[in-house]
């Protein structure tokens, strides 16, 4: 029976279930095993390194994690930035930015794969600092917010001029000098930091903050805003290229001056602002005019205005004088009516004598028919007709009768109709406080307070909130409780 059984395989050769083997040191490791293995391999060989590399598929995760790769020409890792060190970085990252990550590599044993933990990253040079600006400014512009439509005309004569810029440089107290030079006004002062971490959030936070206050606050709110620092390199002045100062800029409701750096630095927050100035000092001059040559120009028109009144005084006397000369003599424009006059006053006794005459003549004529006896002849013939009218009273009466129970039917008709005769049969006036009648629901829920008027006087109330209940039949009730009676 022994012969008829396969030959055991030899020991080194594949076997069906794994066994241990004399001699054998490698046990097996399971997968989380071996993949702590190797994360603890590289970490502690790569604890630190530097990567220069594009950024590519760049996201920003809802919890503030960020997530990137590094590629070259050749090859690609796969990154992460914490939320803590994503907060602190100098810029935001973006597709296709040259860039020098600094951090540890480490695994991510859900994928077996290896990624760079990033601690801080930096632009890989002047390059690629100027390429991330270029993208910027095409997409800021892209929107709209370099537009020249955009750009509004700066006050002629601001009375509070708002800066942004920090409180212990040079520049405020350029901006100050000028202004007192030129033309003094009330100056607010937002100190901010104007490069290093945090800086552009606490610049957009005061340009914000400057639009925000109200015309007639405890603070004024100013005529004209002034964003400035003193020169430096680009790295000094990328506050002002950041996307949030700009934006914050082109949102202002107030005009707005942009003088960072010197006369060649340019950033876009200059594109931004309503007016570019070289320096801060120019800034100030574009902000206020010169007071003494506004004095000197009121002057002048001080000036203009006397010289204009007196020689429109001077043609107006002339003109008066040659008008003057064509006017008549006073006695010659009424020497024809006073000759009329003269004439009508010697004929008028004339006239007078005879209408006298003409009037007796006509009163001698007219008195021959005006006869006593006529006149008496009248008189009686008016009496004999009062005589024959007999006078009866009886239309009168019947009249006033009449009229009476008419004025009984009308006045029994008002005293049904009085707003106080139905209180007596257990109905209720409601009136608002004040004597205005109510005749709703929505009425007396409006008014609130609330005067009842019964029988015997009057009571006030208030209506509370809620609904009234339905009515429910109890028990007590009775089938033959009289029903509310017709007011009429």
């Known amino acids: 029976m022994n012969e008829l059984l396969p030959a055991e395989p030899p020991n080194d050769g594949p076997r069906l279930l794994a066994e241990e083997q004399p001699g054998d040191n490698a046990p097996a490791l399971s997968v989380s095993e071996l993949s702590g293995v190797l994360k603890r391999q590289v970490e502690e060989t790569f604890g630190h390194v530097r990567v220069r590399g594009e950024i590519s598929g760049f996201k920003r995760h809802g919890s503030g994690h960020c997530y990137l790769s590094l590629k070259d020409d050749r090859a690609c890792i796969d990154g992460v930035i914490w939320k803590g060190q994503a907060a602190a970085m100098r810029f935001r990252p973006e597709d296709g930015i040259e860039v020098i990550a600094t951090g540890k590599l480490t695994t991510y044993p859900g994928r077996s794969k290896y990624q760079i933990v990033i601690d801080r990253m930096e632009l890989a040079g002047q390059g690629a ?85 109200p015309d007639r606050g405890a603070i004024p709110r100013p005529d004209l805003l002034i964003v400035g620092r003193g020169g430096g390199s680009i790295e000094d002045l990328w506050a002002f290229n950041e996307e949030e100062v700009v934006r914050a800029i082109a949102a202002s409701s107030i005009p707005t001056i942009s003088a960072v750096g010197h006369e060649t630095d340019t950033t876009l927050a200059d594109f931004a602002a309503d007016r570019r100035a070289p320096t801060p000092t120019a800034a100030a001059e574009m902000a206020v005019p010169v007071r003494a040559d506004l004095s000197h120009h009121v002057r002048e028109l001080g000036a203009r205005v006397e010289r204009l009144t007196r020689r429109y005084a001077d043609r107006a006397n002339e003109r008066y004088d040659a008008v ?20 009508i006053g010697g004929r008028l006794p004339r006239a007078l004598e005879r209408r006298i005459a003409v009037a007796r003549g006509d009163l001698a004529h007219a008195a021959g028919a005006l006869r006593p006896a006529l006149l008496f002849n009248k008189l009686d013939r008016a009496a004999d007709r009062l005589s024959a009218i007999r006078l009866s009273d009886t239309p009168i009466r019947l009249r006033m009768e009449q009229g009476g129970a008419t004025l009984d039917r009308l006045w029994r008709i008002a005293e049904q109709l009085h707003p106080d005769k139905p209180l007596a049969r257990g109905y209720v006036r409601v009136e608002k406080r004040g004597g205005v009648v109510l005749t709703s629901a929505a009425a007396a829920k409006a008014a609130a307070l609330l005067t009842l008027h019964f029988a015997d006087g009057a009571v006030d109330a208030r209506v509370e909130n809620g609904t009234r209940p339905a009515y429910a039949k109890t028990k007590d009730d009775d089938e033959t409780r009289p029903r509310q009676q017709d007011l009429f």
């Open 129 to 213: 600092l100027m390429a991330l600006l270029d993208q910027r400014r095409r997409m800021l512009a892209a929107e709209g917010l370099f537009d020249e439509a955009r750009k509004r005309p700066l006050p002629f004569m601001p009375r509070i001029i708002g800066v942004v810029t920090s409180p212990t440089g040079a520049v405020i107290r350029d901006i100050l000098h000028r202004l007192a030079d030129r033309c003094p006004c009330h100056v607010l002062l937002w100190p901010v930091a104007v490069q290093g971490e945090g800086a552009a959030a606490q610049v957009a936070r005061a340009v914000r903050g400057f639009a925000a206050l």
């Open 324 to 343: 003057a000369t064509r006017f008549p003599v006073l006695e010659s424009l009424f020497a024809g009516h006073q000759q009329r006059l003269d004439e």
